[in-house]
C-alpha cells in the first residue's frame, strides 16, 4: 500500500514538472525572435532597428514596429548592417506557494508594457526651445559625440546621445543618461551654460563641452589637441553647412513665388468714372445805382 502511494506521488510530481516546462516551452514559441538588425557607424557605435528607409544622402533607422519612432542618419556615416541576436526579454513571475508537494504550479506569461518612445526630433526641439539654442546646433552635438546611439558608451565613461560624464550628468539633475529626453535635456542645458561663460563664442563652448572648461582657462582657447581640434572643426562645419542649405532653400522658394506673380495675368484696371459737375448759374452783375 505504501508503495503504491510512493509511486502515485512520484507520478504527479513528475507531471507537475512536465506541465511547468511545457508551459515556458510555449512562452518562447509564441514570441519570435526578434527580426531587429543593427546599423553599425563608422565611430564604433550601433543602431538597433526594426527596418530602415534611403531618403536621398540620409537612411532613416525606425526603432519601433510602427512609422512613428524614427532616426535619420547620414547614410556616408553607416558602414554596415549584421542581424541582431539578442532574444526579446519575456517576464515570467515565479508562481505563488502551492498548497501540498503535488500541486502543479501555475505559470503566468506577461509581457512587458512598451511605450513608444518620444521621437528624437521632437525630444531636441522642446529641449532646444527651454534653452534657447538651434535645434540643428544641438543635433550637430548629438552627431559628433554618440552618432545618435542613445545607449553609447565612451572608454571613458561618458553615456547617451550628448555622452555626459556621471559627474557631469550628476549636476544637471540627469536621473538616467541613457533615456534621450533625460540626457538631451542635460545636455543642452550644459551647452547653453558653455555658451554664456564665454560670452556665446561657439568655438571655445565646443572645445569645453570636449575637453572641459579647465582645459579652455588652461591654453586661453582651443587646447592644442588632435581631438578637441577635429570635434570642433566638425561642428562648426556641419551646422554651417545646414545654415547655408537653409538660405539657398529660402531664396530658391523666393525667387519662384516672384517668378510666379510676374507671370500671373495683370489685373485690367477699372473704367474710370467722370464725374459730371453741376453748372452753376452765372449772376449777373447789379446795375449802376442812376443817379437822381
Do not use: C, W
Not at 62 to 78: K, N, Q, R, W, Y
Not at 172 to 180: E, H, K, N, Q, T
Not at 246 to 253: A, F, I, S, T
Amino acid at each position: 500500500m505504501q508503495a503504491k502511494f510512493i509511486s502515485a506521488l512520484l507520478s504527479k510530481q513528475l507531471a507537475a514538472r512536465f506541465a511547468a516546462f511545457l508551459l515556458i516551452a510555449i512562452a518562447f514559441s509564441v514570441y519570435p525572435s526578434s527580426a531587429a538588425e543593427l546599423a553599425i557607424l563608422r565611430n564604433g557605435f550601433t543602431i538597433r532597428h526594426e527596418r530602415r528607409q534611403v531618403i536621398g544622402p540620409t537612411t532613416r533607422l525606425f526603432l519601433g514596429a510602427d512609422s512613428s519612432s524614427f532616426m535619420d542618419v547620414p547614410t556616408a556615416e553607416i558602414t554596415g548592417y549584421e542581424k541582431d541576436l539578442s532574444l526579446p526579454t519575456t517576464v515570467i513571475p515565479e508562481a505563488p506557494p502551492s498548497a501540498g508537494p503535488i500541486a502543479a504550479p501555475s505559470v503566468s506569461l506577461k509581457l512587458p508594457v512598451k511605450v513608444p518612445p518620444t521621437p528624437l526630433s521632437e525630444v531636441v526641439n522642446s529641449a532646444s526651445a527651454t534653452y534657447h539654442l538651434d535645434p540643428d546646433l544641438v543635433n550637430s552635438v548629438i552627431h559628433a559625440e554618440s552618432g545618435f546611439n542613445a545607449h553609447a558608451v565612451s572608454p571613458k565613461g561618458a553615456r547617451g546621445l550628448m555622452q555626459l560624464m556621471p559627474q557631469t550628468a550628476g549636476n544637471l539633475g540627469v536621473s538616467d543618461a541613457f533615456d534621450p529626453l533625460d540626457n538631451v535635456t542635460g545636455g543642452t542645458r550644459y551647452l547653453r551654460e558653455l555658451l554664456e561663460r564665454y560670452n556665446f563664442d561657439l568655438v571655445k563652448a565646443l572645445a569645453a563641452y570636449n575637453a572641459g572648461p579647465q582645459r579652455v582657462q588652461q591654453y586661453k582657447g582651443v587646447p592644442p589637441f588632435r581631438e578637441t581640434r577635429a570635434y570642433v572643426a566638425r561642428i562648426v562645419h556641419e551646422y554651417n553647412t545646414k545654415k547655408i542649405a537653409q538660405e539657398k532653400e529660402e531664396k530658391r522658394k523666393a525667387a519662384a513665388n516672384f517668378s510666379a506673380e510676374k507671370k500671373a495675368p495683370a489685373r485690367k484696371p477699372l473704367a474710370k468714372v467722370h464725374m459730371i459737375q453741376p453748372r452753376t448759374a452765372a449772376i449777373a452783375p447789379s446795375p449802376e445805382p442812376i443817379s437822381r
